[in-house]
């Protein structure tokens, strides 16, 4: 009996044994997986013409589809895509609504993949090939006389004022002697004085004080400290010429002038000579405005009203080819104004850096910009003396520009440039710019100027902003 039930056994075993190694012969069951993968994908509607095909960059990690940039001239509003996906996948939405406003430059949406119940989904990214403007202010040469390289000339409050025009520095110097510096000499790091001819220059509490470059001229003021003393305007044609005594002026004959002129200038003079010099007065209560003709032919002399918050450390520069200036001082935000100091619109100072002071707006490559210096005006101060850019390209006039920059989020500037230096008494600034033109006439380089008693000064350089390649 038992030698009977362990042969049935063996044979059960046998049998199993047979029944395991003929399963690899029997076909598996299968269930479909619906995958969801992409493997390829691209718009086909792309360009002014609808007909482009662009194909599109797949991310598996990020979960993001990006494509070159698209013609502005783009049906954005329909993006028509096409999807090499999973059998039996699609896409959820082969049409896709990427409308952007004229200041948006990409739009991301959310892509789905569909298979039965099963889905995927990835980020969408949608850029305008867009012109790009400005400057780049990433790309900054900058030719440094501040900080640890400051100016021999700068300290003790001795040096009040410089000026630049892209050839020369105009450096008013009570230590030395007011002196120009060729531009071309500073880049190689060569300091080279040319020494102004001072005859005749006498007189003033201060014969020299302030001064400015215009079309290659050189304008220095005298520092008037009381009505008795005379406000003289002093002119040399060249670097080496010799002055001319433009204006001399006994301000006690002017009906309610202030009494001190000089601390601060603003030369306004256009490219046939003509425009304003501005002196606004220590105890900033009032401007006194100067005519300009032919360059070297001063009259017509008015009394402008100032405001208390423009201290002593104030400027009003013009606008160019316009009658629009901007007017700021050491508590009086930039403000646009006319020739006469109405007001047009006053900037909310909160969106500027402290003491944003001798403020200058232009364009350069089809962006628009405001250039200020932080004074630090004494030793309270909380403004770090700087030379900052904004940027305020947004609106088609100078006003709309100031109103958006206001009401917009970002108040950032585009570049800034610590001079550095302690606060003190007398923080004069003064900024300057030039644009410098390519074979073609457009715009190729934008060069800034900054200057600050005790600081030193800096000349900043900025090529054309360049398109990003995909």
Known sequence: MYKSIRNIGFLAVIMGLGLTSCDEDYPKSHIAPYDTEILSIKIVNAGADGNTVVEGTIDEENKTINFPRLDIATNFSAISLE??????????????????????????????????????????????????????????TVYDFSGDNIYPDYGSLLTRCASYDGEHVLVVSRKTAPHLLKVSDLKKGEIKPIMLDLTGVTGGTYPYNMGALANGHVYIADLSGAKASPLKIYYWDTPDSKPETIANINVADIPNAANRHGDNISVNIDKNGNGYIFFGDNGSTKFLRLTVSNHKTIGDPKVLTSSSDAGMVTNVYRIEDTDQYVWSGLRLP?????????????????????????????????????????????????????????????????????????????????????????????????????????????????????????????????PIKQEEED
Do not use: W
């Open 334 to 462: 930039v403000t646009l104004v006319d020739e006469s100091l109405s007001e047009k619109y006053k900037m909310n100072k909160a969106n500027l850096a402290v003491e944003a002071v001798a403020p200058r707006i232009f364009h350069f490559n089809g962006e628009r910009y405001l250039l200020v210096c932080t004074a630090g005006h004494g030793s309270a101060s909380k403004a770090t003396p700087s030379l900052i850019v904004y940027n305020l390209t947004k609106g088609n006039t100078v006003e709309e520009a100031m109103q958006k920059f206001d009401e917009g989020e970002n108040h950032n500037p585009d570049y800034t440039f610590i001079l550095g230096g302690s606060g003190n008494g007398a923080a004069i600034t003064q900024t300057d710019y030039r644009i410098e033109k390519d074979e073609n006439g457009k715009d190729a380089k934008l060069c800034i100027f900054g200057s600050r008693t005790d600081s030193g000064f800096v000349i900043c350089e900025f």
């Open 83 to 140: 999807a090499e996906l999973s059998e039996g996948a699609v896409l959820q939405n082969s049409v896709m609504d990427f409308s952007m406003d004229e200041e948006t430059a990409s739009k991301t949406l959310i892509l789905r993949i569909v298979n039965q119940k099963r889905y995927k989904e990835y980020f969408i990214k949608i850029r305008k090939r867009i012109p790009v403007y400005g400057a780049d202010f990433e790309k900054p």
